[in-house]
């Protein structure tokens, strides 16, 4: 399961959208440091092509992939997040950095700019700054177990390749890795060569105002306040809101849709009349890989597999309109999940 850390300055609406992606409480306050404490809970990745699928084959349960979300509490002091919040962020898979655009008096703001491009240039800072800590530590560890070496190990070059990088102001993942290069990150998990969403955060109608954003990430335009308050109505009055307000996809589709992106991640399912179910891969996953994510013993007798898109088993009305078409595939071992992959595993005990 992925874990996702929500970031960002004071009082940008983070703990706003933790609850509208979550449908469970954060602490929604206004100025200082509203949000005090971790808190963590589950968005369920729901999958409207999976639901389609499921009616067809008369389901008894579906079964959505689970994110686990995290709100992070900021320090008091400079710097925002303390040492042992940094070990927290850490072990997540990725961040979505929340960012304010919308309007709020003097002291709402805070020391919040109101610029979006200087509140990533605050947070990118105290990322890169956590960074170069960590990796003078490793160099130091290095340059000790190395001295009877005549020639500097590739791992000491890296690490102080990415210190060079990280003291010229740049992140690690705006440098292209060789693979070799992205193992020695993998015990020291540097923030800034994690994957992240931006997700600006605008007033009830639009944004702001028209600011020149570059990024090579994901991002997410919305108003965290509507949708924390979408998500408290029932299935109907969510639809009529979202048609009041043109909205067509809800911050739920639209940010995990984009955290799949950013951690290169695709569904595949299994549809029966005993459960439907979508499963979490990474994108350019074999088959057998994708037969382990369901089981391990999928994996280790995998034989053949049984493959349609989605798009065609909901057009062909499930598996008994499939029989007699050629959209129905035998894959072998070598076959490469695409996402929206229905499958059958054929296996042997």
Known sequence: MSQIALIGLPNVGKSTVFSALTNEESQIDIFPFSTNEL???FAEIKDERLKKASIIENSEKIVYPRM???DIPLNPSKPLFTPNLFGKLREMDGFVVVLRD????DLDWGEVPKSINEQIE???????ISDIEILSNKEKKLIKE????????????TVEKAIGILEDGSQLNDYQWESDELSFFRDLSPLTLKPRVFLINTGEQKPNKEEIFENDYETVVTSAKIEYEISLLNELEQIDIRNEYQIDKSLLDNLLSSIYKELNLISFFTVGDKESKAWTVLKDSKITEAAGKIHTDLEKGFIKADVVGIEDFIEYKG?????NTTKLRLEGKEYVVTDG????IRFSK
């Open 68 to 70: 686990q979300v995290y």
């Open 39 to 41: 808190v963590t809970s």
């Open 341 to 344: 992959d229905v499958v059958i």
């Open 146 to 157: 190395s001295k009877a070496i005549s020639e500097k190990p590739k791992v000491l070059k």
């Open 122 to 128: 605050k947070i990118n800072i105290e990322l890169i």
């Open 102 to 105: 919308f309007e709020g008096n």
């Open 319 to 323: 598996w008994k309109g499939l029989k």
